[in-house]
């Protein structure tokens, strides 16, 4: 499906391109997923519970935090609050791609959204900021990254051993460099200035004077507040 450079399309051709762009750092996830897959196994998990949480929830940060609440009976509520908690920034994600996916029928913007991770988000949006419109970017990178997170589950349970401990090796600080390149190597636009500031600033106040991990929630629902209100008023002041 062929479209004009600024509409929104999603085909098979940016699907594979956003698989190909993503398939190196694929290959370090398939570490953190070994990783998941033997905490599970020490945890008590069985094969098919690990399995299920990694391909249905697909959110390393949560998945490994359950692992330290799993006991019999198991506590929902701080499950809840504590995956809550971690993940608030995808509101901020979603946000930021409002603008890109409004287009879609709502079908495939919840499949769409369903396999954003930071690192694809960071590759696509950098790519949406180039002139990109081609929303398979996205969809192709969260692709490979879920596959080998499911990839690296799996073989951290067949052999029950191997990385239980990968920042001995760095391996924690991978996506955190890959993002940093590629905010830095895009040069983000001014208008994101304000939404990223407010959510700093209400996350470091967060840190300093509520309870461990709401610094997290604050500043996602904070910045994704104010770029919300910032992308409507752009639209109506285009529309003007």
């Not at 249905?56 to 506590?75: D, G, K, R, T, Y």
């Not at 791609?97 to 954003?116: E, G, K, T």
């Not at 905010?183 to 300093?208: D, E, K």
């Amino acid at each position: 499906m062929m479209g004009q450079q600024n509409e929104t399309t999603l085909d098979i051709a940016g699907t594979w391109q956003g698989i190909r762009l993503m398939l190196p750092l694929a290959c370090f996830t398939i570490a953190f997923g070994l990783a998941f897959g033997v905490a599970a196994s020490h945890h008590g998990l069985a094969a098919w519970q690990a399995m299920s949480m990694s391909a249905l929830v697909f959110a390393a940060p949560s998945q490994f935090a359950a692992l330290e609440l799993w006991q019999a009976p198991l506590p929902l509520l701080a499950l809840a609050g504590t995956t809550l908690a971690i993940h608030t920034r995808h509101m901020l994600m979603g946000a930021s791609l409002y603008p890109w996916l409004a287009p879609l029928p709502r079908r495939q913007r919840f499949a769409v959204i369903f396999l954003v991770t930071d690192s694809n988000w960071a590759l696509a949006l950098s790519k949406y900021h180039q002139g990109e419109r081609n929303v398979g970017i996205l969809l192709g990178g969260g692709i490979a990254l879920w596959a080998a997170w499911v990839l690296g589950t799996g073989a951290g349970l067949v052999f029950g051993g191997g990385i239980t401990h990968p920042e001995r090796f760095g391996l924690d600080m991978i996506m955190l460099c890959f993002l940093l390149v590629i905010v830095i190597g895009n040069r983000p636009r001014a208008f994101m200035v304000l939404p990223w500031l407010a959510a700093g600033t209400s996350a470091l106040l967060a840190y300093w004077w509520l309870p461990p991990f709401l610094h997290v929630m604050v500043g996602a629902l904070t910045g994704g507040g104010v770029a919300v209100l910032l992308a409507r008023y752009q639209s109506v002041k285009v529309s003007e």
